[in-house]
């Protein structure tokens, strides 16, 4: 009986690492963030098992003073698995502008690859940066072009973010003599407006608790989880004098280009994610663009352009309202083109 029961066990061993293959195939390019996660027990915390090589299978489990990956109280910590260093461990949510999925700056994207480029786009106008499925990011592009520029400088000021039949918004104001202490943040889910108070740790949560929105400071920072969907932690900041000196921004105090930066985390994105970040999710993506230069840019904007902050109509769009994947993935191949990416520059210690 002890030999089948350790057949038995091996066999069960074996089972769950072929099902896990399965995902591993198709996970994202960052080791942090490789799991798939188990079902839990209710009231039970978060649990997963890692799929990057350096904890392959491995059960990680939430610890009790984080039980969740998103935070259920103003304050609290929420839970951070991480397959690279196999570990959950408890921590508040900021961006990191040199980790993966990050977008910062004007505008410097870090792809799930670990490679960095930039994107400048068109001031004044939406692009998709990530279309999947049953998810679409849209960014609104703002920036100005000094005299004897041949293109603008540019920022993210807003994104427009759908997923089922649903719409959240997020944007920062646009601001003149910028103060730390006045919130530049604003939300809306559904067309209408979200109030959160100002305070580290006020939560909103939606009526249907797909959206938890918390403020990670008292102004200008929060984190957004959508439901086994996403999350994206966000900071409000403005150009300032020393970064229009350095950079010839020649911004005033009429408009500081309050911009957004921040830092998005995917729960399984799909094998065709596109969009200017989703595309660098996929399986075995490579970059094109040579390594050797100083600023890699990812060009082809037509690709990315969409009539407005809403709408999921660029030319390499996935998404799919009623879920029909297949018949958007046809409808949005036949306008596809050859992937352009960028220069790589060494995964998390990527640099200018």
């Known amino acids: 009986m002890a030999r089948v029961a350790i057949i038995l066990s091996g066999l069960a061993v074996l089972f769950l690492a072929l099902e896990l293959q399965v995902h591993a195939d198709t996970s994202a390019g960052d080791p942090t963030t490789n799991y798939v996660m188990e079902t839990q027990v209710a009231g039970g915390p978060d649990r997963a098992h890692?799929?990057?090589?350096?904890?392959?299978?491995?059960?990680?489990?939430?610890p009790e003073?984080?039980?969740?990956?998103?935070?259920?109280?103003?304050?609290?910590?929420?839970?951070?698995?991480?397959?690279?260093?196999?570990?959950?461990?408890?921590?508040?949510?900021?961006?990191?502008?040199?980790?993966?999925?990050?977008?910062?700056?004007?505008p410097r994207f870090i792809g799930g690859d670990g490679v960095m480029f930039y994107f400048h786009g068109q001031k004044d106008k939406n692009f998709c940066i990530v279309s999947d499925r049953n998810l679409h990011i849209n960014a609104h592009f703002i920036g100005k072009r000094p005299e004897g520029r041949h293109r603008d400088y540019t920022w993210v000021q807003g994104l427009g973010i759908m997923?089922?039949?649903?719409?959240?918004?997020?944007?920062?104001?646009?601001?003149?003599?910028?103060?730390?202490?006045?919130?530049?943040?604003t939300f809306s889910y559904d067309g209408a407006d979200i109030d959160i108070p100002?305070?580290?740790?006020?939560?909103?949560?939606?009526?249907?608790?797909?959206?938890?929105?918390?403020?990670?400071?008292?102004?200008?920072?929060?984190?957004?989880?959508?439901?086994?969907?996403?999350?994206v932690s966000l900071d409000v900041v403005p150009i300032t004098d020393a970064d229009s000196r350095v950079h010839n921004y020649q911004v005033t105090d009429e408009d500081r280009f309050a911009h957004l930066q921040m830092q998005f985390n995917f729960f399984g994105l799909s094998p065709s994610a596109h969009g200017v970040l989703g595309q660098t999710y996929r399986p075995n993506f490579k970059t094109t663009v040579k390594t050797d230069v100083p600023m890699p840019i990812l060009g082809g904007d037509e690709k990315y352009l969409t009539s407005s902050l809403l709408s999921a109509d660029c030319m390499v769009s996935q998404f799919s309202v009623d879920g029909d994947v297949d018949s958007a993935v046809a409808a949005s191949s036949v306008m596809q083109s050859p992937v352009v990416c960028s220069s790589k520059n060494g995964g998390m210690s990527c640099r200018r």
């Open 163 to 185: 997923f089922d039949s649903h719409k959240l918004s997020i944007a920062a104001k646009k601001v003149g003599v910028w103060d730390d202490n006045v919130d530049q943040l």
């Open 65 to 106: 003073n984080c039980r969740k990956r998103e935070t259920i109280a103003p304050g609290k910590s929420a839970c951070f698995l991480n397959c690279l260093k196999c570990e959950a461990t408890c921590k508040h949510r900021k961006l990191d502008c040199f980790g993966y999925g990050a977008v910062c700056y004007d």
């Open 50 to 62: 890692c799929l990057s090589q350096n904890c392959l299978y491995k059960l990680l489990t939430c």
């Open 198 to 231: 100002e305070l580290d740790g006020a939560i909103w949560v939606s009526a249907d608790r797909q959206v938890v929105i918390e403020r990670t400071s008292e102004t200008n920072s929060a984190h957004v989880m959508i439901h086994e969907l996403m999350e």
